[in-house]
């Protein structure tokens, strides 16, 4: 009997992993709690790099730009429901584009036009369950309007 109760607990606790997870919304301002380093900086053609700097190895994330049709508040910014299912009708969703990582300096980069910056996001999600429960994350780029850089 204690065997089987040792069991049934190890599969809950496994199956109630992603039910710890939370949204951690990204600004200037949170950016060190969440151990995160965001640095956007001007490019040619009137857009934006992206750069994010982060704890975790982001070989193992997946990362995604998301523009909406207007700016979305931060308690609505949990877009994983969109993002997983593939359904972006009937959401705030204008836009997904997958951002891949640079292997050497192993930032996640993405390039986006600046007219596009108040209503984008970068949002950063574990393809799999992960053992704590973990964040994702919704980098609310607009808040960076201000922090602007000629380079990261």
Known sequence: ??????????LYA???????????????????KYKIRVCLAEVPYDSLSVEVFAWFRTS???????????YVQPSAQGFRRYIWSDRIDESP?????SVEYDEVL???RAYLSKSRLP???LYIDWPTTVADGGNYYSVDLSTYAGHIKSEC
């Open 93 to 97: 969703i204008e836009s997904i584009e």
């Open 1 to 10: 009997m204690m065997r089987f109760s040792v069991l049934l607990f190890t």
């Open 119 to 121: 209503r984008s996001y």
């Open 60 to 70: 193992r994330v997946n990362a995604w730009i998301i523009t909406t049709r207007e």
């Open 14 to 32: 496994v199956a109630s992993y992603a039910t710890w997870s939370s949204l951690a919304h990204v600004t200037p301002h949170t950016q060190e």
């Open 106 to 108: 192993n930032p996640l």
